[in-house]
């Protein structure tokens, strides 16, 4: 390679660099938030619901395996199960935004609205 391709590449790549900080920067200060890009009514979509349903069972089951020393994998498989699919209707358009805003947490009154339907859901495998 050339020298003066070395440079040109070189001060392209510093350009796309700085042009991404800039980027970061600018969203970091100003009102940007993930959840802007959610539309109205979109946990209600069947789209929506396959794919949350998919990913929470998923999710469920792995974190349920790592943590559950007792039980069996058919007895994961329906807990998780039984929580993605009672979970998906107490879920809310609010409560995604504050997801996609606070990467890993969930809202607090979502934690309260899932527990009778975590409860519930235990009591269904243990009774199998």
């Not at 970091?28 to 949350?52: E, I, V």
């Not at 995604?96 to 527990?115: A, C, E, N, W, Y």
Request: hydrophobic share 40%; net charge neutral.
């Amino acid at each position: 390679m050339t020298r003066g391709a070395i440079v040109t590449l070189s001060i392209a790549g510093g350009l796309v660099v700085a042009g991404l900080v800039g980027f970061g920067v600018y969203f970091a200060a100003s009102d940007f938030h993930l959840s802007s890009l959610l539309p109205g009514g979109a946990t209600k979509t069947p789209q929506f619901r396959t794919s949350y349903i998919d990913s929470t069972k998923k999710s469920c089951v792995r974190a349920t395996a790592a943590s559950s020393s007792g039980a069996n994998q058919q007895q994961i498989d329906a807990y998780c199960d039984c929580v993605a699919n009672g979970s998906i209707d107490i879920l809310t358009d609010d409560d995604v935004k504050f997801m996609m805003d606070h990467i890993g947490s969930i809202p607090p009154t979502l934690q309260q609205r899932l527990q009778p339907v975590v409860d519930e859901c235990l009591k269904k495998v243990v009774r199998n």
